[in-house]
């Protein structure tokens, strides 16, 4: 049991990557140690902005990726996963270059919402502009309504949340981010969101389910108890 190796590319940034290893660790049922996962992270923090590089204004993320990636298959990792969602937006072509399943957060979000929220027809998002702009949510999410804040929100709320001098990635994990994705949150309640989606890896470490009335989904949630339910076998 528990023998597989759990790969993470991270970095994107490095406290989303270390709470991703903290969703594993919580998400595996062991009553000792040696019944954990072995997990291999490369919190490869040199990787170059991904929405900077989406919107044309920044250096392509690919080849630190690549990079990474390469690092966890040299330790013969099993499985691995991203705990940056616009990182998705390469993850394709990071995928033709290893032999191990890199895990689509976006498609496992799509199963959980249809096997525990299928009654749910429109979804709102909180997630960096760059992500939004890929329209990630839009391609893997495309048997639901989905809707965003209007880019004054977007722009003064979420974006200064996670980038602005006190923001998540500045290390403020409480206090005028959690004010501002909550404000974010309540105008896609408003707009008739059933369900908010943390869209961004940033966000889920601030804004949590009992901040909000309806339910909010982490992908990185749901791929870290996809990739130990995946891990529990043997290697064949």
Known sequence: MNDKIIGILGGMGPEATAECYMKIIRATHAK?????????????????DRTE?????GENPVPEMVHAAKNLEKLEVDVACIPCMTAHYFIEEVQKEVSFPLLNAFLELKKYISDYYPSVSK???????????????????????VIYPTPMTQNDKVM?????????????TDGEPLHLLKEASQELLDN???????????????????????PLLDPMEVVANVVVKESVYQKS
């Open 32 to 48: 000792k140690d040696q019944e954990h996962f072995r997990v291999i992270i490369d919190s490869n923090a040199k990787i170059p």
């Open 53 to 57: 590089a989406i919107s044309g204004r």
């Open 123 to 145: 979804v709102g998002v909180l997630a960096t502009t760059g992500t939004l702009e890929t329209g990630l949510f839009e391609k893997y999410l495309d048997h639901l309504d």
């Open 160 to 172: 200064r949340a996670i980038y602005g001098e006190n923001g998540i990635k500045s290390g403020n």
């Open 192 to 214: 008739g969101a059933e369900l908010i989606i943390s869209g961004c890896t940033e966000i889920g470490l601030v804004l949590r389910p009992y901040h909000l009335p309806t």
